[in-house]
């Protein structure tokens, strides 16, 4: 096995700054994204053009939507836990079933918007329905095809 400088990394003990898996270049072109049942925790979407795109079970813990345009954008039983949301733009969203607690960067009217949208900030209560829904897979529109 090669000699590595530093400290080495465990697969346990996740790194605590945000990944850059996505370039800025792509990040620009991220409109109407439809992705479910995904892990994209502590990612970077900082000034990502996420307008009309469509997340359905997918978490997010602790990644960054600083000054990313979130219009249209629905986010339904997904995990937004600790996420930036510093300088977001919000519009004609959806975040059915979704836990935003400990999410920072939101004025209190955005807070206000995301609990109306079907948001929650409360961490037990959003802990067992969670798990309820995951469960159960339902969808917040039926289960018609």
Not at 68 to 92: E, K, P
Request: charged residues 30%; glycine residues 8%.
């Amino acid at each position: 096995m090669p000699a590595t400088k530093g400290r080495a990394l465990s697969l346990a003990e996740p790194s605590r700054r945000r990944q850059k898996v996505v370039t800025a270049r792509e990040k620009a072109q991220l409109q109407e994204t439809i992705l479910a049942d995904a892990v994209l925790d502590r990612v970077d979407f900082a000034h990502a053009d996420l307008r009309g795109s469509r997340f359905e079970r997918v978490c997010f813990r602790g990644s960054a939507f600083c000054a990313a345009n979130l219009v249209r954008a629905w986010f339904v039983g997904c995990d937004l836990t600790d996420a930036d949301f510093t300088g977001a733009r919000l519009g004609n969203n959806s975040f059915f079933g979704s836990n935003l607690a400990g999410a920072t960067g939101m004025t209190r009217k955005q807070k206000e918007y995301v609990i109306s949208r079907g948001g929650s900030f409360r961490r037990d209560r959003l802990q067992e329905d969670g798990k309820q829904r995951l469960a159960s897979r339902e969808k917040p529109w039926g289960n018609k095809p």
